[in-house]
């Protein structure tokens, strides 16, 4: 599958006619929602982790040079903690843009913090995506967020503003703590 994944996002009508739809946020959405939004609220999905597998060639790497990113892989009995978006159709045109390197739309429950359940959507890079990079110890993702930056600044903000943004949430992520912390170590 093509990285460039707009066309593929605006095929899906799953939400077609509803007046406002959940978006779960589990990267740089946690903190960083550069699009209008009628309510955001703590949450989490059930049966998917976050790993730090998929190239960024459009923000905080290049093509010839890509960083990595975090999307989500399929692990049962596994939570992932993000944050909610209440948006409105309109805003899908902006979204798709910013996640169009390898993230495609899928339908997914999303359970909020008082256990209140609704269906959303959520932008997941599949391992078939020509950007995705794969799994690689901690240690060896951190070396290379270490060198990569792009338009949107170094590999290293993302990954930094992550971490505190998931401590924000009062929520630990294995993953995510290792990686930064082997990137202070390299500092």
Known sequence: MTANTITINQQMDKFDGQASVWLFGYGSLIYKADFPYLQRRPASIAGWTRRFWQGSHDHRGT???????????????AICHGMAYLITPEVFAHLDHREKNGYLRLAIPIVFEDNDAVEGLVYIATPDNTAFLGA??????????????????????????????????????????????????LK
């Open 136 to 185: 690689a110890s901690e240690q060896e993702i951190a070396a290379h967020i270490a060198r990569s930056t792009g338009p949107s600044g170094p590999n290293s903000d993302y990954l930094n503003h992550l971490a505190t943004a998931l401590r924000e949430l009062g929520r630990h992520d294995q993953h995510v703590f290792e990686i930064e912390r082997h990137l202070a170590a």
């Open 63 to 77: 093509p010839e040079a890509p960083g990595r990113v975090v999307t989500l892989i399929e692990q049962e009995g």
